[in-house]
Nanobody
């Protein structure tokens, strides 16, 4: 089993920045990729970005504004979010496992709220 704990959510003004962190513990040797999904009210959960062993992959909405990175030694994944917009308001979930552009991994964090509002 893998446990994921997110941190770093909060309230930010439009145009602002926020960094999310997610630390993994447990059977971390089985983690192939780590990344982030988000779910806005009334919408389906959607991929934001993920990173396996190669280059990071991003949703179109995140390209140019968000950066995902991993610290392998600390078993942690980060999401640096810049130029935030009200449309980015959502619960952000850390995800780990065999993530692809089409499917999430098996493990989820509890979620952290990001609210973009003036």
């Amino acid at each position: 089993q893998v446990q994921l704990v997110e941190s770093g959510g909060g309230l930010v003004q439009p145009g602002g920045s926020l960094t999310l962190s997610c630390a993994a513990s447990g059977s971390i040797y089985i983690i192939y990729a780590m990344g982030w999904y988000r779910q806005a009210p009334g919408k389906q959960r959607e991929l934001v970005a993920f990173m396996a062993t190669g280059a990071a992959k991003y949703a179109d909405s995140a390209k140019g504004r968000f950066t995902v990175s991993r610290d392998i030694a600390k078993h942690t994944v980060y999401l640096q979010m810049n130029s935030l917009e009200p449309e980015d308001t959502a619960v952000y979930y850390c995800n780990a496992g065999r993530i692809t552009s089409a499917t999430p991994g098996d493990y989820w964090g509890q979620g952290t709220q990001v609210t973009v509002s003036s």
